[in-house]
């Protein structure tokens, strides 16, 4: 009788137990089905321009779950991308499902996209005067700041490893409070770090390396228009503006939103040109307002420049 009862008992509990192990392997297969799906989305999120789509919203064929991949034997998985959660996030979703079963595991990830240049200008050493002024974005510097004429503003706000200096005949001081042993004249230095206008012996971050978009799209618009918007050597856009000037040929393409990227110097004076200027040189600016202006939306951010 006892041994009648006890191996019923155990063939009972070897049937159990690899049941249980067939529906953990099962469980295991929809979770790496799951894994392949992330793999895939971090893939497609690395190719040119994607981020970029993703981020602002845009949905990408085959990554909005909307096609479901079977390139996996025993099961298939599909993907999402969505904008966020916080700034500069992506999240990728997907869930893999076991064919057998129909057994379905789903993970979540999150990732983040380090910001690139963080500063409308950012460069080794600045030095700006003229009608020059930076809006909507700081100017950060790896040594001094110096400012003069209408570029020695209380506005944007401005960075710099070592001082922020002005013109002898401005009164304006952007630099140590009173404990340092200057007089500052723009703050307050009471005003929350973030959006007080100076920070000087601030510990500004090495220039990133650049996006190598910048370079391929000045190329591109070289070798498209025949006009020099990338060059080995230095750039010079004295006298390009909208309507006249003396830069031809770019004065015909002042209005319009292009790459500018030079191996070499940059100068850049009396000129009204619009876009993004990238020069792995030294950048020269002395500029006063030339051409027609040009309608612009502020990014979100924008009022922190202007706090103080």
């Known amino acids: 009788m006892i041994i009648g009862v006890v191996i019923p008992a155990l063939v009972y509990m070897s049937s159990f137990e690899a049941k249980a192990i067939v529906k953990e392997t099962k469980s295991i297969r ?28 845009t949905a990408v064929t085959g990554y ?8 996996i034997e025993g099961g298939e998985y599909r993907i999402k991308f969505s904008s966020g959660p916080e700034v500069n ?45 930076v809006h909507w974005g700081p100017i950060s510097s790896l040594a001094n700041i110096v400012l003069s004429g209408s570029a020695d503003n209380f506005f944007p706000r401005k960075y710099a490893r070592v001082h922020i200096y002005d013109s002898p005949s401005s009164s304006h001081d952007h630099d140590s409070p009173p404990s340092e042993g200057t007089t500052q004249t723009s703050g307050p230095a ?26 391929t799209d000045a190329q591109a618009y070289t070798t498209a228009t025949g006009i020099p918007t990338y060059t080995t050597g230095n750039i ?29 110097n940059a100068t850049v004076k ?17 500029t006063s307002n030339k051409g027609s202006n040009y309608d612009a939306t502020p990014h979100s951010n924008a009022w922190k420049e202007y706090v103080v």
């Open 64 to 71: 909005n779950g909307d096609i479901t991949y079977s390139d």
């Open 190 to 215: 009471w005003c929350d770090d973030e959006y007080r206008e100076w920070h000087d012996q601030y510990d500004v971050p090495d220039i990133p390396e650049l996006n190598n978009n910048y370079k």
């Open 236 to 264: 010079d856009l004295t006298g390009a503006y909208d309507g006249g000037g003396s830069a031809a040929p770019f004065n015909a393409i002042a209005n319009i939103f292009t790459t500018y990227y030079a191996e070499g």
């Open 270 to 286: 009396s000129c009204n040109a619009v876009g993004v200027l990238i020069c792995k040189g030294n950048l020269n600016i002395d």
């Open 89 to 133: 996030q992506i999240t990728i979703k997907a869930s893999g499902k076991d064919k057998t079963t129909n057994e379905s595991r789903t993970i979540q990830a999150i990732y983040y996209k380090a910001i690139g240049v963080t500063s409308a200008l950012t460069a080794g050493a600045v030095n700006a005067g003229g009608n020059f002024i």
């Open 30 to 57: 929809a979770f790496h089905l799951a894994e392949a799906g992330i793999d895939r989305g971090i893939f497609k999120l690395n190719e040119t321009g994607i981020w970029d789509t993703v981020y602002e919203g």
